[in-house]
């Protein structure tokens, strides 16, 4: 196939060797900004094996693209349990910290050269590609495209659509644009640069950028039913992942809050659930009335705070639902925090710590929508729930909070259909 002139001037003007690449990784390896690991994945060697079946390749090109790219793929393998995703990230883009869905890779990218991304091209055989937040690299792109590779764009925030190189080359960005058989854009201008680069009409949609929070836990009816039976009108709140240590914070605030509310119910799940016994008796000792809530028993009037056994990843997701005001835990001490769009995307307004690294652009996202407050400790926490008891205020930060968490849904639901289809027409594909 004839290389387009910009491909070929590209060349010339970046045509760093193999050889290049490796001496320059190698004095970043030298001087301890790199890891063996990502200097070996940047240079295509020592790749895990490739697992039999269907690979999905996807790219997040900026640390806005990482969570939206991680829930795709989750999307995506809900309806094919046995695909693998290797998704590669730019440099400078940190994998996530907190749980990975199954089946997920994840890895640098290989170099811009062309015997490095023919060898990870040829070992990952990817059955699609999903590229997310620009910074396109043109060597990788081309052969994909050349491989037979479907290729989709899709935009995310904060991600332009730029080229990830140093030095322009003229007629460069249209060129590795038309390597793309599809693209998702959030804008009139974005969706007139493609047009412009050449794609047909029917190759482009405007949907919106490719976000985080699109999925919502899976909630069993027969059980919302018991439970909000169980509650009926008594005042909820819900703790979601407590740690041992944040307890105290916790039930300070519930005997803070119950000074207002004297019916008022707090459901508690835990981050170890080894802790129960631990967690029970200091309720105990706190003077609180508690007991461990399994499917078989039922919250009475007397009880004051229930709290979850088990570790089911949609238990939370119910409680989310029947309680107005979520406490996310393992944020008022240094544990990361735990993700927040479960509960955005079930209408619950959010209150946490100050320590959520590990979901930290997701709580900036909700933050910025006035959809969560951050508390540093049981004192705060008490007088943010005990407000929060106002129908209104709750109802109002729920519904940012939703509004937020709904905002990529259809962009996912689009995607995940398109790669669907995709896979379906590589599945009989020689290996």
């Not at 008022?332 to 955005?344: E, R």
Request: hydrophobic share 40%; aromatic share 4%.
């Amino acid at each position: 196939m004839a290389r387009p002139l910009a491909f070929l001037l590209y060349s010339g003007l970046n045509g760093r060797s193999e050889r290049r690449h490796t001496e320059r990784l190698d004095r970043l390896l030298s001087e301890g900004t790199l890891t063996q690991q990502a200097r070996d994945a940047r240079l295509a060697l020592d790749l895990p094996p490739r697992p039999r079946g269907e690979v999905l390749w996807l790219h997040a090109a900026t640390q806005f693209a990482l969570g939206p790219a991680v829930e795709l793929f989750a999307r995506i393998a809900e309806d094919r349990p046995d695909l693998v995703g290797v998704i590669t990230m730019s440099p400078g883009v940190h994998p996530p910290n907190g749980q990975r869905p199954d089946g997920a890779i994840f890895t640098e990218a290989p170099e811009d050269e062309n015997t490095i991304v023919r060898r990870f091209l040829s070992h990952w055989r990817p059955d699609g590609l999903i590229w997310i937040g620009g910074r396109f690299r043109p060597t990788l792109l081309r052969a994909a495209h050349d491989d037979g590779v479907p290729c989709l764009s899709i935009e995310a925030p904060h991600s332009p659509s730029t080229l990830d190189l140093p030095t322009p080359v003229p007629g460069l960005r249209n060129a590795v644009l038309n390597c793309f058989d599809h693209a998702i854009t959030a804008s009139s201008d974005s969706h007139g640069l493609w047009r412009r680069a050449g794609l047909d009409p029917a190759q482009i949609e405007r949907l919106g950028y490719l976000e985080e929070g699109g999925i919502a836990p899976i909630i069993d009816d027969d059980e919302l039913s018991h439970r909000s039976g169980d509650i009926g009108t008594r005042p909820c709140w819900f703790a979601a992942q407590v740690e041992l240590s944040e307890l105290s914070n916790v039930l300070r605030a519930h005997k803070s809050a119950l000074r207002r509310a004297h019916r008022l119910l707090l459901v508690m799940s835990l981050s170890d659930p080894a802790t129960l016994d631990g967690v029970l008796a200091q309720c105990e000792d706190a003077g609180l009335t508690a007991m461990a809530l399994g499917p078989a028993e039922n919250i009475s009037e007397a009880l004051q705070i229930a709290v979850l056994t088990g570790d089911s990843p949609d238990r939370d997701g119910l409680w989310h639902r029947l309680a107005p005001v979520s406490f996310l835990g393992r944020s008022l001490g240094p544990f990361g925090g735990v993700d927040p769009y479960p509960a955005a995307a079930m209408g619950s307004a959010i209150l946490h710590g100050p320590h959520v690294d590990n979901h930290a652009t997701a709580y900036a996202r909700l933050a910025a929508g006035n959809a969560t407050r951050q508390v540093r400790d049981g004192h705060e926490l008490g007088e943010e729930l005990g407000q929060l008891m106002s129908p209104d205020q709750a109802a109002l930060m729920a519904s940012a909070a939703w509004e937020i968490a709904s905002t990529g849904a259809e962009v996912t639901d689009r995607v995940s259909a398109l790669v669907q289809d995709i896979l379906d027409l590589h599945e009989r594909r020689p290996r």
